[in-house]
Structures are given as structure tokens and as C-alpha cells.
């Protein structure tokens, strides 16, 4: 299948392939995730190796029936994100949440979670918010924000999120309480004497997760106090998800924050 027009995508990996050529992971906002071949790529005078780097914004076409595509045409419309340090590995952690997270949008792919209806309106809401996060990672003051903006519609448009507007009695979430997240449950309201205290992960308040449901894209407005203990909370939350959706899979991009922010990282 060769594509009419050229596609808009982001590379999410690429790795040296028969010594000239490279295979790309890419996600486009048409077809989701494609493995792609850009022949000749390292030896070609079209400049191609350097237009396929990760967080450059692409046009591309391709051709080929079977799982892996053959690259036809690229070209970059606009510059790429330059993200460094932290920036740069929260960007790879990204990266290796799509692909670990969302099928390849071919039918015999079973390696990763599948997406049985509306795939169309899943690549182009999960394309535009990757967009919108790399485009965060290089802008905001506070890169968890973005970070976990992401995480969460990732995990919402994949049917993994739970319901944050009620609790497990089906009582609705209240802010001035706390609760305690089951895995494959969902939140269980704490009374105060049975409350441990208040700074472990595991306990998560009211607040937070009405947040999740209302507010999550005004995380920049709170106060600063307020704005750490719900970025804290919810990162427990998506480390949660984010593992068991994996089976407990290595997320291999969070060992690049070690050394440069002694074992803390933002992902």
C-alpha cells in the first residue's frame, strides 16, 4: 500500500538496519504506529539520515502491504524540539510508552495492547497530545506537568484509567477526603483513624483525583504547595498503572535519569 499524501508522524526509535539503511518506529496520525525502512538512508544524498531523528516533526510517505513499510519521500515543515538533559530522557520515556503501550496498527499484531474500535480517533487524539507533551518538555518551567498530562490521557484512551469520579461504593469522590487506589478496583475511601500518614503514596486525596477529572490541564495554576503533593500523588498513580499495564515490563529510559539526578526521576 503506497499513501496518497504524505503522513504526519513523529519517530519514536530508529536503529541502524543492513549496515545503510535505518528502521524507524514511527507513530503517525493516520495510522498509528508503522515500522518503517529508509533505504540507503546513511549513504544517500537526499539528506535523509538527518531529517530521521526522534522529536522532528515529519511528513512521510511510505509503501508496502506486509508489517514493515518502505520509505518513499520526507521532509520536515518545521524544526525540531531541542530537549536536553532530563528533558531529553522524559522525551525517550515517551517514546517507549507508545511503543510498549500501543499496538502496531496492522492486523496480526498482538504483541501490545489492542485497540478494537475507533482506532482512527485513537491515533489522532494520542498523535496530538505526544505533540503537545514534547512540545511541553521543551517550554514548561516544571516537566512532570506535561509528563503527566500525557501518562494520563494515554492510559484514559486506552481503557486503562480508572474511574476517578467515584469511589468503590459508588459514592462520589469528595476533596476533603482521602483514599486509598486498589489495582484493578479503583478507590477506596479512608476514614481518619484509618488514615496512615498523609505523605505515603499510597493514600491519595480527594483533591487529586478530582483534578484528574476536571482541572488536569490547569495543574500550572495551583499553588505551589498544593501543585507538588498532587504531582506526587499522581505520579505514584501512573507508576502503578503504567507497571501493570506493562506485566511489570522494564521501563529501560528511566535509568537514564540516574545519574545525572541521583536516582530521582521525573517519569
Request: with cysteine; proline share 3%; glycine share 4%.
Amino acid at each position: 500500500m503506497q499513501q496518497k499524501k504524505p503522513q504526519a508522524v513523529y519517530i519514536l526509535n530508529r536503529r541502524v538496519f543492513k549496515e545503510t539503511s535505518l528502521l524507524l518506529d514511527v507513530f503517525s496520525y493516520e495510522f498509528g504506529r508503522q515500522s518503517v525502512v529508509a533505504k540507503g538512508a546513511m549513504k544517500n544524498n537526499k539528506g535523509w539520515a538527518a531529517l530521521l531523528q526522534v522529536f522532528q516533526p515529519l511528513l512521510m510517505t511510505w509503501t508496502g502491504r506486509s508489517t514493515l513499510k518502505t520509505l518513499v519521500y520526507v521532509e520536515a515543515p518545521s524544526a525540531p524540539f531541542s530537549l536536553r538533559n532530563e528533558r531529553l530522557y522524559s522525551g525517550f520515556y515517551l517514546n517507549e510508552l507508545l511503543i510498549k503501550l500501543v499496538s502496531a496498527s496492522k492486523e496480526g499484531d498482538t504483541q501490545t495492547i489492542q485497540v478494537n474500535s475507533g482506532q482512527n480517533d485513537l491515533y489522532h487524539s494520542l498523535f496530538l497530545r505526544y505533540a503537545a507533551a514534547i512540545e511541553g518538555l521543551q517550554h514548561h518551567s516544571n516537566i512532570e506537568i506535561p509528563i503527566r498530562i500525557f501518562e494520563y490521557h494515554l492510559l484514559n484512551e486506552l481503557g486503562i484509567f480508572p474511574d476517578c469520579s467515584v469511589d468503590l461504593e459508588s459514592l462520589p469522590i469528595q476533596t476533603d477526603r482521602y483514599y486509598q487506589f486498589i489495582l484493578r478496583e479503583g478507590f477506596l475511601a479512608l476514614a481518619e483513624k484509618d488514615l496512615p500518614d498523609k505523605n505515603v503514596h499510597a493514600v491519595l486525596s480527594g483533591h487529586t483525583l478530582q483534578q484528574l477529572t476536571t482541572q488536569l490541564d490547569q495543574l500550572e495554576s495551583l499553588e505551589q504547595t498544593a501543585q507538588i503533593k498532587c504531582l506526587r500523588e499522581l505520579k505514584y498513580l501512573m507508576r502503578v498503572l503504567i507497571h501493570d499495564a506493562l506485566g511489570g515490563k522494564e521501563i529501560k529510559s528511566r535509568a537514564l535519569f540516574q545519574p545525572n539526578q541521583a536516582n530521582r526521576s521525573s517519569s
